[in-house]
């Protein structure tokens, strides 16, 4: 006779996988690995290349992750302004990124605050 399996038990189990799914961001979690200095360095560079003027970052924080997984870091600029960037919780570990003073004109929120 085969053995019989709980639906309660199949739930949780598909639920448990999904969830751990969904919090493993690859491209977060080795950001927040890193020192200060090391993000830093990493999100002045991915400002750079992404066309923004902020060749020296000076701050990072973590605000925060969604349902979806996706980790929202803030960074400050030595010389001026501050950007909100989203890492998607993807095989790339894609970006997005949007100015804090654009964030607040939106009332999306404040950067360098925890959600």
Known sequence: MPPTYSPTLFVGA??????????????????SSMSEAQRQTVLAALLLNSGERCSKVTRTFYQGSDKNGNA???AACAKGGSFLIQINNDATGSTRILSC??????????CFTKF
Do not use: C, M, S
């Open 14 to 31: 598909i639920a448990l996988l999904v969830t751990l799914a969904v919090d493993a961001n690859p491209a977060h979690e080795q950001l």
């Open 72 to 74: 929202f870091w803030n």
């Open 101 to 110: 003073k654009v964030l607040e004109a939106v009332h999306g929120g404040r």
